[in-house]
């Protein structure tokens, strides 16, 4: 018998093409965000809200990932930003491949950020690079106050976590200190954005941290 | 988390590997799988077996998993620690200034097998 030494990553062919993306992107100075959440925690409308704040001042690009339905990329779309839409038709999680095809129906002259949302799913996106920059996480106040420890391998392999929903806190029983406890025992290093899409609050912080995020790209 | 996928990603890792190598059979297929990984291991054994049993060169390759623990380096007192749930803090000196060294580990380290 022989002894043959593989030393491969099990996700290798998926991270090959990340780097891939990774790599042209960056080259045309493009920041992109994967955007991480459960089902229903408002993903698509910070979007449609940063979009709309940002208008003129950034150029962005979208990624719609889902399991059925074009209905996000619509709501996008009517923003005025570029949109591509992935079904997976059963896949709950985006992989780089799906990324690498979406890209190739997008004109990436002059954008500045790419966005990609991901499929409502705090378990299986953590594991599969897209070529992304930076990885966001979105809880919301209706969620349940626990879900840092419960999924912590989303918690700790994001770079921010945006909470949302805040205008719903007088409703909920919702702690937000013990959310941001758990949070960043996980991932000391991760940057929280409070704020509701509803009425606006926190909105002004995260679009400005988004602009100095392109800024960084672009030197 | 998927492990039919991943099992089958492995099976298509050494079967190519096979081919490179010209390998009659497969006999071991060790893997380092890390505590923090999000793989079930037994899950994933299960799905390796019944996937090897459908090609004759893989057919009874056995599996072995070296499980990797999900330890920290804490940064200020220069020491190593087990992580539990993931929560970062050092045991030792309770800061917050830790890096994960090992534990989220995916690999396929290496394969037996005949060559004729």
């Not at chain 1, 990774?22 to 979009?51: D, V, Y």
């Not at chain 1, 770079?159 to 960043?184: G, I, S």
């Not at chain 2, 890390?34 to 056995?62: I, K, R, W, Y």
């Amino acid at each position: 018998m022989v002894k043959v030494t593989i030393a491969q990553n099990i996700l290798a062919a998926n991270d090959t093409i990340a780097h891939e993306i990774q790599q042209n992107l960056s080259a045309r100075a493009i920041r992109t965000l994967n955007i991480m959440s459960s089902p229903g925690a408002g993903k698509t409308t910070l979007l449609e809200r940063t979009i709309a704040r940002l208008r003129g001042r950034l150029s962005v690009g979208v990624i719609e990932g889902d399991v059925e339905t074009s209905a996000d990329a619509e709501r996008i779309e009517a923003v005025g930003a570029q949109t591509v839409q992935i079904n997976t038709r059963g896949a709950c999680h985006l992989e780089a491949h799906m990324i690498r095809d979406a890209l190739a129906q997008i004109e990436l002259a002059g954008l500045d950020l790419l966005v990609i949302e991901n499929i409502g799913n705090l378990v299986c996106p953590a594991a599969w690079n897209l070529g992304e920059d930076t990885r966001i996480v979105v809880v919301s106040t209706t969620e349940g106050d626990d879900k840092p420890a419960k999924y912590p391998q989303m918690f700790a392999a994001s770079e921010v976590m945006v909470v949302n929903k805040l205008d719903l806190l007088p409703y909920v029983d919702y702690d937000l200190r013990k959310v941001k406890r758990q949070a960043l025992a996980i991932n000391p290093h991760l940057r929280i954005f409070e704020l509701s899409c509803r009425t606006g609050e926190g909105l002004d912080a995260w679009c400005e941290w988004l602009i100095t995020l392109i800024q960084g790209v672009h030197g | 988390m998927h492990e039919l996928a991943i099992a089958q990603s492995i099976i298509e890792a050494i079967e190519a590997k096979a081919v490179e190598c010209n390998a009659t059979s497969v006999k071991g297929v060790r893997l380092k799988i890390g505590e923090a990984s999000g793989v079930v291991t037994d899950s994933l054994s299960f799905c390796f077996e019944m996937l090897v049993s459908l090609n004759p060169v893989l057919a009874g390759a056995q599996l072995s998993i070296d499980d990797v623990p999900h330890r920290a380096y804490c940064r200020h007192c220069d020491k190593e620690f087990a992580i539990t749930n993931f929560v970062a803090q050092c045991p030792i000196c309770q800061e917050w200034s830790s890096e994960v060294i090992s534990g989220t580990e995916l690999q396929i380290i290496e394969m037996e097998i005949e060559t004729s």
